[in-house]
């Protein structure tokens, strides 16, 4: 089945500690990236990578970091998580760039105390 | 920056009715447009893909697309309680979508 697998699907944890979302997709995607939901503001780009080792900043990047060392795997990577951080993630992917329809997982819902 | 419009609702219709949700966008030179529905706690779903002038229908649903007055539009026939969701317009961006904040439809029985 085509899917794009987030991990985990919820996170409570505490300001300042390290986490990392993982994300997956088994379609042989060139295009994935990583969004966040909040009430009112809707969905709003983090990170982009079109490929391997090509990665990007979208509309609201500070406090994240991604890589992209394979294809199938595009990690989002808290250093120092606030609460101001709190919100659903959503990684997506497509075959071949961000102005195509785009796959979600079934995203993260993370709470920073 | 690409903005997309929609009214949060939420939309209440009867079941068996049609719902038309709509979307006007600022940008004259998007090219393309889709709608996702979002359950609640859930993740977006492509339901419909537009890319030129006209309708384009796919069972219940039928995408509109107006580029000359910049608004896209969503009609549901035959509603179902299960087509309650929020429904999220898109364009494209710069290597992304750019979404409207969505419409929340509600189907009564």
């Known amino acids: 089945e085509a899917q794009v697998t987030q991990n985990p699907r919820y996170l409570i944890t505490v300001t300042g500690k390290k986490l990392t979302v993982t994300c997956s997709q088994n379609?042989?995607?060139?295009?994935m990236s990583w969004y966040r939901q909040d009430p009112g503001l809707g969905l709003r780009q983090i990170y982009y990578?079109?490929?391997?080792?090509?990665?990007d900043k979208g509309d609201v990047p500070e406090g994240y970091k991604v890589s992209r060392k394979e294809k199938r795997n595009f990690p989002l990577i808290l250093e120092s998580p606030s609460p101001n951080q709190t919100s659903l993630y959503f990684c997506?992917?497509?075959?071949?760039?961000?102005?195509?329809?785009?796959?979600f997982g079934d995203g993260t819902r993370l709470s920073i105390l | 920056q690409k903005e997309v419009e929609q009214n949060s609702g939420p939309l209440s219709v009867p079941e068996g009715a049609i719902a038309s949700l709509n979307c006007t966008y600022s940008?004259?030179?998007?090219?393309?447009f889709f709608w996702y529905r979002q359950y609640s706690g859930k993740s977006p779903e492509l339901i419909m893909s537009?890319?030129?002038?006209g309708d384009k229908e796919d069972g219940r649903f039928t995408a509109q697309l107006n580029k000359a007055s910049q608004y896209v539009s969503l009609l549901i026939r035959d509603s179902q309680p299960s087509d309650s969701a929020t429904y999220l317009c898109?364009?494209?961006?710069?290597?992304?979508?750019?979404f409207g904040t969505g419409t929340r439809l509600l189907v009564s029985p």
């Open positions: 997506a992917s497509s075959p071949q760039s961000g102005n195509q329809p785009q796959h």
């Open positions: 379609m042989n995607h060139e295009y």
């Open positions: 990578s079109m490929n391997v080792e090509v990665t």
């Open positions: 940008d004259r030179v998007s090219q393309s």
């Open positions: 537009i890319y030129s002038n």
């Open positions: 898109a364009t494209v961006g710069f290597q992304k979508l750019v």
